[in-house]
């Protein structure tokens, strides 16, 4: 009985610790919505400091939701280098 015992708390640990693995997985792979992301949000986005943030917001604000995730290069100061950096961790839905 002892071994089963042993042998069910070494699957529960195995277990968690896939379960704790998956959901750490899963909200680094979130996307930010660059439809409705706070400029707090944006920043939380690699090379998009609080200027670039805001320039984002403002964009939106003025010309309305972006259609593609492209269109976020037409934002001063969002060039090539910086989307190819962002491109993965964003979205418009």
Do not use: Y
Request: aromatic fraction near 4%; hydrophobic fraction near 45%.
């Amino acid at each position: 009985m002892d071994v089963i015992r042993k042998v069910a708390v070494i699957l529960i640990f195995a277990a968690l610790v896939s379960f704790v693995s998956n959901l750490a997985d899963a909200e680094h792979s979130a996307k930010v919505n660059i439809n409705t992301a706070t400029v707090e949000e944006l920043m939380s986005l690699k090379g998009i400091g609080e200027k670039k943030a805001e320039s984002i917001v403002e964009h939106r604000e003025e010309i309305g939701s972006f259609a593609t995730i492209d269109e976020l290069r037409g934002v001063k100061g969002i060039g090539d280098k910086i989307f190819s950096k962002i491109k993965d961790h964003i979205a418009i839905e």
